[in-house]
């Protein structure tokens, strides 16, 4: 026992092992062509992360409820009248604890399969040091996120994760649209961020009033085994409130949630594994991981709450509708990103962080592989179109496999991963609709996309791996089974997407979900709902849950099965909905007309001001101060005489104003 | 001794100092500039041996002062005149004459 917890005390070594490997691939990539430019030690550095980091979590799991936070403070700031009472510090910490290490399991498995996946698939592309450099820089700030104890280190690399993303997605930098498409990604983020600052200012100052230690000791989110803040006690409702929605503007601009969802999709212009790792499992769940510990450790009012269910429930059905149209392989999967990170929003806002958390693991284990197995598709066959597609099974029966354990996992049959967390998710909320009516039209799209959802995937499973043969001649006929480095971390995926949920039966992986807070005021009272149980109404839920996922895989299979194209005839009445969903909504025309239109007219005046106020100003004095010059310059000759001249002038001047201006001036003024 | 006024001798200097002025101000050859300022010059010395023969005994360059001064000026007029003859034999090399009208180069 005490080996685990002395394992603790080195838990900043998780982050600091891909730092390592970011400083040696970026100093020294291009000459270690040997090791894949860097690429194998890539995966050593995260393999070591990983293996610490679990051992940390099976400390966590044998030490059930332990809040072990290591901290070195920075700098601090002595007590001051006029600044913070009990002074200010800044510090950077390790806070182990069960939520921490579930995370540590996620992100350390995810990365690690990704980074192995990676030698495999990015094998033929230039920039190579680049790439595992900057993926290995995003390790550790994802790291960083997880194992932060303070809320000034987690925005710190909150914002870190976020620059990653923005490189590697631009990593094809060379294509317009995937430079366009980084931009998107950073410039959408950074509007939640700003938020999210402002919503941290305002807890400071909130906080900061209540309880003075709170700045002093850093900002931490525990003290021992309870939350260091009260919970909402002795602090204006309306202003917690303003911040709990700043906080939730951040997670929806990390987590693209509706309405700054639009970047998600358009991110997929990455590596396939970049989508993976950053976009489908770790940084968008770091919005949810944000919501989770604002529960916990911050405090939401029953407003924020509402707004979180809100936003999530909504964004479910929104993206998943989305996802049923288009025909980008890797497009569909990122719409169904959206759409589960919603449901988790979604249940973190009806009390669950929990089950929110619970979903959060599971969906990584799933969707990285979802992606895994799209990469592997698109390495076989170069296109992401759908429709080009067909016939693969045959030739690819591994990845085959894995891409249809993801998607029963993501439809949410039993007994696959996603069954047991959205399920859990989906019974946790209809448990509150007694007391919050209002969640009920939230409940119902979250409902309603389960069909969606095991719909679009099967839709896009029958595309692409059934049929005879690809709609186009001579894809399926050349493609071929990715290498082992491809296959392995799939499989090792495949085998999460099927148990990751039966994990949580198990008494000691459970305590993850459990987090034991000391604190009196724990925001509402309600069970955790991890594991699951199961009373008479939830199997009537599941039973629902599971029919509609089941229907939506038989209506995918009646369109699209056997590898056959539904086309809908031109006179549909449906035909302008599919127009407008594969439009996304006219969001982007919208955006394209907010920044054409309003931001393009305010640019505009502000360049009328500045180049006819501002510098015609700075010209006019320039141009009168020229004209003088231009004038002044005649007087000189060059002739000594005219400069003795000057000089006479300028002594008799001098003589006048000394013997008669002045003293008149002074007997006129009264001076001394 | 007694009948003569210190007004008188300021005058004296005064004059000499308009006319060395005049010829500073009009003068293009630069002997005869050198000949004005040597005249400017030795109305201040004037002054000084006036003051020093008419003591006030409030002023500070009455008796001995005065006079010491003079003989510095002089030696100083002596300097300033070698300086001067000097930049002429310089600008008669340059220009080929000795007017100050031509060393205007520096306006440009």
Known sequence: MNFWVSLDQWAFLVPLLPALAFVIIGALGERLSKLEHGGWLAVLFSAGSMVLGFLIAIGEMLGPGTYVDVRYTWFSIPPSSTGFRDGFSLVMGTLVDPISALMLIVVTLVGFVVMLYSIGYMHRDTGLPRYYAILSLFLTAMLGVVLADNLLMFFLFWELVGVCSYFLIGFYYAKPSAASAAKEAFIVTRVGDVLFLAGIFIYFAMYASADPSWAASGFLFTKGNAAFLPLGQGVNPTLLTIAGIFLLAGAAGKSAQFPLDAWLPDAMEGPTTVSALIHAATMVAAGVYLLVIGSLFLGFTSTDQLAIVAVGGFTTIWAASMACVHTDIKRVIAYSTVSQLGYMVLAVGAGFAMVGLFHLYTHAMFKALLFLAAGSVIHAVTTQDLFKMGGLRKKMRYTAFAFLAGAFALSGIPPFGGFWSKDDILSSVYSQLGTHPEYWPFYLMALATVFLTAYYIFRVYFLAFEGPSSREPGLSEHAHESPWVMRVPMLVLAGMAIVAGLLVFIPPFATLFNPTLTSPAFPVALPLNVPPSYPLVDIELSALSVALAVGGILVAWWLWGNGRLASMPRSAPARWMRETLLQRYYVKAAYDWIGGVGVYSIARASDFVDRFVIDGTVRGFERSFAGISQRMRKIQTGVVSDYAAYVITGLIAVFVIVLFVAPWLVSRLGGG | ?108
Do not use: C, W
């Open chain 2, 1 to 108: 001794m007694t009948s003569l006024s210190i007004v008188g001798f300021v005058g004296l200097s005064t004059a000499l100092l308009a006319i060395s002025t005049f010829g500073i101000l009009t003068r293009r050859n630069f002997i005869l500039l050198l000949i004005s300022i040597e005249i400017g010059m030795n109305a201040a010395i004037l002054d000084f041996l006036y003051f020093a023969a008419f003591p006030t005994g409030s002023h500070y360059f009455d008796g001995l002062q005065g006079q010491s001064i003079a003989i510095v000026l002089i030696g100083l007029a002596a300097t300033e005149v070698a300086v001067g003859l000097a930049i002429v034999l310089a600008l008669n090399r340059l220009k080929g004459s000795i007017n100050v009208a031509e060393a205007s180069s520096l306006r440009e």
